[in-house]
């Protein structure tokens, strides 16, 4: 009887939640999208940096939402994903867990959202200054995450952070770190955020400008106004009168932080991780496939998505007449990965297109076929989301369509395609060595039928290193090449 009271009682304390921020997200949009202040909200909020500050946090609370549910489904079909992933039985998250604390993250963002748009007419501009809100949002993220980090005795007993970054730290260093199965998950995830943490980083930049210019201490340093908050770009205007000492620091901050810098090494720092990711696999292993040609399939990536940062008018909407030859070499290279990768996702990373059991395979454990399906032809369409970008949108009246529509959408609809993925990801990883004894041995623990397997495959070690490194190398050189084209 005490456990289904307390399973009663967390099912209606995440009700009472769930309604709490919808309640708060319905008021949300309907001041944003149709209260008589609308354009008044609208303006405060996409003029300033507080608009990327709260679309980048905002997405980045979707993710322990969507991983909860994830969770949900495992425990639901009793797919092991605790011993797949080597997560600590005693400390690991349980689904209502999980979504409990993304909705408490919810919560807290709904109402600081809330409070900023209508701060005016709460006459909160007189005590509090505009850009306190989303700062102090910011922050209590920062150090709700570093406190459980740092200090996880001062988190609750079951939070445990430190098999997520320990995973982010073998990550960033591939392809020296070791490569399990939940930290190519984790590689897989950052490709999808590309452009979250793109506006993490115009957030970072912004406040960091701010920072510098308060210590440099200028004489004619403009600070902000409550009502006069500037963007991102008007902050390139205010270093225009300073002494030269700490004006060129000022600028060379800027050049190392700007757009043309950044936003090319975090579009391809993740689909470079999963690359060194597979070469490392190569090596310890000696199998060419699959490991070779998934490295062929996100180097091809890579190079596109160089090319496509280096040369935004390849990416960028554009009418008919506006497509040279080398936009429409990239615009085929694209079609080219984007089905390579979809069918990949099908064939290898799900197991699918068994034609002797209706195009899935034969042990399932999900009961409905056309979850299936729909998984296949949903993973097609939001692989293709991108092409949105490729609409000339000088037919529509409002000019910031993409950055404020088109953006956030295919945002989310990556989101939910890459969690949609690895529901199925970890039900064929569950399948595969459900008879090799994982419930008692992590996954890729280098055991001795590893060991055995490795040895039917040849290559000395001089020739893998040779190999690997010119590999590397190779992808170097390409990417260099397509920049500078």
Not at 68 to 90: A, S, T
Request: charged share 15%.
């Amino acid at each position: 009887m005490t456990d289904i009271r307390i399973e009663h009682w967390d099912s209606f304390r995440l009700g009472v939640k769930s309604c709490l921020v919808v309640v708060l997200i319905s008021m949300l949009v309907w001041k944003i999208m149709f209260s008589k202040r609308r354009d008044e909200y609208w303006s405060s909020l996409v003029t300033t940096p507080a608009y990327e500050t709260y679309r980048g946090l905002g997405f980045l609370l979707l993710i322990p939402f969507l991983w909860g549910l994830n969770i949900h489904f495992w425990q639901k079909k009793r797919i092991n994903y605790v011993y797949i992933f080597e997560f600590n039985p005693r400390k690991r998250l349980t689904d209502v867990q999980m979504i409990e604390v993304a909705l408490n993250n919810m919560l807290i963002y709904s109402a600081n959202l809330f409070l900023y748009l209508t701060q005016e007419e709460f006459t909160l501009t007189e005590w509090v200054h505009p850009v306190a809100f989303p700062t102090v949002l910011l922050l209590y993220f920062l150090s709700h995450i570093l406190t459980g980090w740092a200090f996880p005795s001062l988190s609750s007993r079951w939070n445990n952070y430190s098999v997520l970054v320990q995973s982010l730290g073998h990550v960033l260093i591939s392809p020296f770190g070791r490569c399990r199965f939940l930290d190519s998950i984790v590689a897989d995830v950052l490709t999808s955020t590309v452009k979250i943490w793109i506006d993490v980083w115009h957030v970072v930049r912004w406040y960091s400008i701010e920072l510098v210019i308060f210590l440099a201490n200028f004489k004619h340093s403009r600070r902000f106004a409550p009502q006069d908050m500037v963007s991102l770009e008007q902050t390139e205007e205010l270093s225009t009168e300073q002494n030269s000492a700490a004006e060129s620091a000022l600028l060379f901050w800027k050049w190392v932080s700007s757009d043309s810098v950044m936003i090319p090494l975090l579009s391809a720092l993740p689909l470079w991780i999963r690359f060194q990711q597979c070469i490392n696999r190569y090596f310890f292993t000696h199998k060419r496939f699959p490991y070779l040609v998934n490295a062929l399939k996100y180097a091809l990536a890579h190079t596109i998505v160089i090319a496509g940062t280096f040369h935004p008018t390849f990416s960028k909407n554009a009418v008919a007449s506006e497509w040279p030859v080398a936009r429409i070499v990239w615009l085929l290279s694209t079609i080219s990965s984007t089905i390579y990768t979809f069918v990949w996702d099908i064939t290898m990373d799900w197991g699918l297109m068994d034609a002797n059991f209706g195009y899935l395979r034969e042990k399932r454990l999900f009961p409905y076929k056309h979850f299936y399906y729909w998984a296949i032809v949903s993973n097609l369409v939001l692989r293709f989301s991108w092409t949105l970008t490729l609409t000339p949108f000088a037919i529509f009246n409002q000019p910031n369509l993409y950055q404020y529509v088109i953006v956030p959408l295919v945002v989310f609809f990556e989101l939910f395609r890459r969690f949609q993925w690895t529901i199925l990801r970890v039900e064929y990883e569950h399948i595969k060595h459900a008879t090799v004894g994982f419930q008692t041995t992590p996954v890729f623990f280098d055991n001795e039928r590893e060991k055995r397997e490795r040895e039917k495959y040849f290559g000395d070690e001089p020739s893998l290193y040779w190999q690997s490194f010119s590999m590397v190398v190779a992808l170097i050189i390409v990417a260099i090449l397509v920049a500078l084209m």
